[in-house]
């Protein structure tokens, strides 16, 4: 069991963590929109056209929300508790008893990112900088903590 200290000194990095994680996955995202747009403008023009455009702008959604569950879920559940931000920046996610969480917990984090990520991750951000112990709400619902790396 690790020892739980004050999360007060991570907000900061966590601010930057959701940033460079944001980054990880809407890069690749925007490559497949921008390439399947691009595809778009070498058809002849007409009434078909705009089928590959939305098909580009869902292939963007779907590598967003992939991308966001292997973050946000597979890789910290898989390389114990943290997503590659959080890696980058000395974090990692804990329970709220100092012990590292399991699937479920990553995937309630996950899921309530609908939430957290509302009006471009401020509510989120807030969240954070007016809690306690300076949670989100998917770590409140998840009962888990980002603190630093030992």
Do not use: K
Request: aromatic share 10%.
């Amino acid at each position: 069991m690790t020892r739980v200290s004050d999360p007060a000194g991570v907000v900061l990095r966590r601010y930057a963590q959701f940033a460079l994680d944001r980054l990880v996955t809407t890069v690749p995202a925007a490559v497949v929109l921008v390439l399947g747009l691009r595809w778009t403008l070498h058809l002849p023009r007409g009434e078909g056209r705009m089928t590959p455009a939305y098909l580009a702008m869902a292939g963007f959604l779907l590598v967003v929300l992939v991308g966001n569950w292997f973050v946000e879920v597979w890789v910290p559940h898989r390389w114990l508790g943290g997503t590659p931000g959080m890696r980058c920046l000395g974090l990692r996610v804990v329970t709220e008893r100092g012990e590292t969480p399991g699937l479920r917990a990553y995937l309630i984090r996950w899921a309530m990112m609908i939430v957290d990520g509302y009006l471009f991750g401020l509510v989120g951000a807030l969240a954070i900088a007016l809690s306690p112990r300076h949670q989100r709400f998917g770590d409140m619902v998840a009962r888990t903590l980002v603190v630093r790396r030992a």
